[in-house]
């Protein structure tokens, strides 16, 4: 399940040697933590040894200081309430840090950590702590797990450097427990303080100071930016406006006597501001993801990166409370994205603007359902290309700058149709290269039968070149010419443009027949006759010589010719025939692409 992020406490006091700094280096004298309260780095030395001498404490190991210890600063807090909670550390990502978190309510009975990161920061993260890194770093081994609390629970925590120098860091208190219980979510009963815990706050904002006390007599207030207490003159009310940041004093002189004098610190993070950027828009498929970051140099303006956080939300509400940041890598889907922008102020998350969005637009481009080529038959003079049913959201651009979404051509070549998403002033844009084929109805020159008897063949040959197909009778196409195993008899023959240029059928006599036949009275191969007419109608055989005379008329039922003409035998050479039969129609049909020679030997 997503967690509820909430960014409680934010603020980071860099300057060291501030007489007011927030730190303490002992256990003992932990600086409390609570609503409002800021933190403060800077540390400098371990104090006394918390951990008498032991050698670890948890992950913390004994350091070249001889304890545990090396540069630390130690806090308390007190649960409110119920929930998920954790913390961020910020700190400078050239620094070492690490953490240790007690659950305990004496500083003598300490036990080990429930929660303790001692990894250097190789990575340079600018953050630690439990629970997620508000950065949106995924895998940030110096985070531990989510706290679950209870209300009235005590804890201390202790920061330690192991850098050289150290500029400090702030503490940020996350989890839902701040969302179901945003004003008590820590208990400010561990802080006893007529003017209450340290500020921080936004300079767009006036701090009130409130010390009414019931048996007041009179009021001073003071102001210290560094150089001491001054007395602010004419300000004897028991409230005080601040704007400036400083150290403030309140003397109260009561009727019991028992004066009450009250200190608290003020500070003022520069409130961020959040600049405009572009909308996007983009073509589904055009890329995967959108890298948000783009946007961080324009919506930051003159602001630093390094006092600025700039993160992106899907929604008002989770860009308001500093949920749900959404991923860098923002995946493109279609249709309209609105995305709001945060800038928060790394001294102090309560310091942010969020008045800024912008949307990331996908549009679908056009799904395609017109052909990329078409044909052009011989026998029109045009044909249509592009879309024949176009989608008013698109507008349709071709390149020979006609704007209608198909049109009308009468020779082959390549057209080009660019078509836009109307919505999309142009971005989302596909083009497509329509082929346009000059294709030739087919026609039969010839058809070759083989002289076979046994194994009859065609070969079917078209006029002109063309991606022609080929059927016999009622089969299947087939992109041969050549039908083998074909049986005597009549037979239909088919050539097909399949591009729809049409086709052309034609019936055909398929017989066999000797090349030659030698009728010398031996027995064997004395008489010619073509085999297989037995399946046509009233076929007969027209024997011609060389020179166009008929010599013989053979029926179905002759038994063949004897190579004589009038009882006269003739002389051996070549002689020709055809074939004729009566058709479906009962006219007499002669055999197309039968008209051949055979040889009569002696």
Not at 139 to 152: F, H, I, P, S
Not at 228 to 245: C, D, N, R, S, W
Not at 581 to 586: R, V
Request: net charge negative; charged share 20%.
């Amino acid at each position: 399940m997503r967690k509820l992020v909430y960014l409680f406490i934010l603020m980071c006091i860099v300057s060291t040697g501030n007489a007011w700094a927030q730190v303490s280096s002992d256990c003992a004298n932990a600086v409390p933590i609570c609503n409002n309260t800021p933190v403060n780095g800077g540390t400098d030395g371990y104090g006394a040894d918390d951990f008498k001498e032991v050698q670890t404490s948890g992950c913390l190991e004994k350091t070249l200081s001889g304890a545990i210890e090396s540069n630390s600063a130690w806090y308390r807090f007190k649960t409110g309430a119920p929930g998920q909670l954790g913390f961020n550390i910020g700190i400078d990502p050239e620094e070492d840090w690490d953490f240790a978190l007690y659950k305990a309510s004496d500083c003598g009975e300490l036990g080990d950590p429930i929660r303790c990161n001692f990894y250097d920061n190789k990575e340079q993260n600018t953050y630690i702590g439990v629970g997620e890194d508000p950065s949106a770093v995924t895998n940030n081994v110096q985070y531990e797990q989510w706290l679950e609390v209870e209300a009235g629970e005590d804890y201390y925590l202790m920061v330690n450097n192991f850098s050289n120098v150290n500029s400090g860091f702030s503490i940020q208190f996350s989890g839902n427990v701040f969302v179901t219980n945003p004003y008590d979510a820590l208990d400010c009963s561990i802080i006893n303080n007529l003017l209450g815990p340290p500020i921080a706050s936004c300079d767009t904002e006036t701090i009130s100071l409130d010390a009414a006390t019931d048996d007041a007599l009179k009021y001073s207030w003071y102001k210290d930016i560094g150089n001491g207490f001054t007395v602010l003159p004419g300000e004897i009310e028991e409230t005080l406006k601040v704007v400036e940041a400083a150290m403030y004093r309140v003397v109260v002189e009561t009727k019991s006597q028992n004066d009450i004098i009250s200190d608290v610190q003020v500070a003022f993070t520069k409130a961020p501001k959040s600049f405009g950027v572009s909308d996007e828009y983009f073509c589904f498929g055009e890329i995967d993801a959108y890298n948000l970051s783009e946007k961080d140099a324009r919506v930051l303006g003159d602001q630093s990166s390094d006092e600025v956080v700039v993160t992106y939300h899907g929604t008002p509400s989770d860009a308001f409370y500093g949920t749900n940041p959404l991923s860098k890598s923002f995946p493109l889907s279609v249709g309209e994205h609105q995305i709001f922008i945060r800038t928060t102020a790394v001294e102090n998350s309560k310091c942010f603007d969020v008045s800024e969005e912008f949307s990331i637009t996908v549009y679908e481009p056009l799904v395609k359902d017109f052909p990329l080529m078409v044909y052009l038959c011989e026998d029109n003079t045009n044909v249509i290309i592009g879309d024949v049913s176009p989608d008013p959201r698109y507008y349709y651009q071709w390149d020979s700058g006609e704007t209608s979404s198909s049109i009308s051509v009468a020779q082959g070549g390549t057209y080009t149709l660019s078509i836009f998403d109307g919505e999309s002033d142009g971005v989302c844009e596909n083009t497509f290269e329509i082929q346009v084929v000059a294709s030739k109805t087919p026609r039969i020159k010839n058809i070759k039968i083989s002289e076979l008897q046994d194994n009859n063949s065609i070969t079917i040959v078209p006029i002109g070149e063309g991606e022609f197909e080929f059927k016999l009778n009622n089969g299947p196409y087939q992109a041969e010419q050549v039908f083998d195993n074909v049986s005597p008899g009549l037979h239909r023959v088919t050539v097909n443009d399949p591009r729809g240029c049409g086709s052309v059928t034609e019936t055909i006599v398929v017989v066999g027949y000797s090349k030659f036949f030698t009728p010398n009275g031996d027995g064997v191969n004395d008489l010619w006759h073509i085999s297989g007419v037995s399946s046509l109608k009233d076929p007969v055989v027209f024997i011609y010589d060389r020179y166009g005379k008929l010599i013989k008329q053979l029926t179905k039922n002759s038994i063949g010719w004897n190579g004589t003409l009038d009882g006269h035998v003739l002389p051996a050479t070549d002689y020709w025939f055809k074939l004729s039969y009566l058709d479906t129609n009962g006219q007499r049909s002669y055999a197309k692409y039968i008209n051949s020679h055979f040889s009569l030997k002696r």
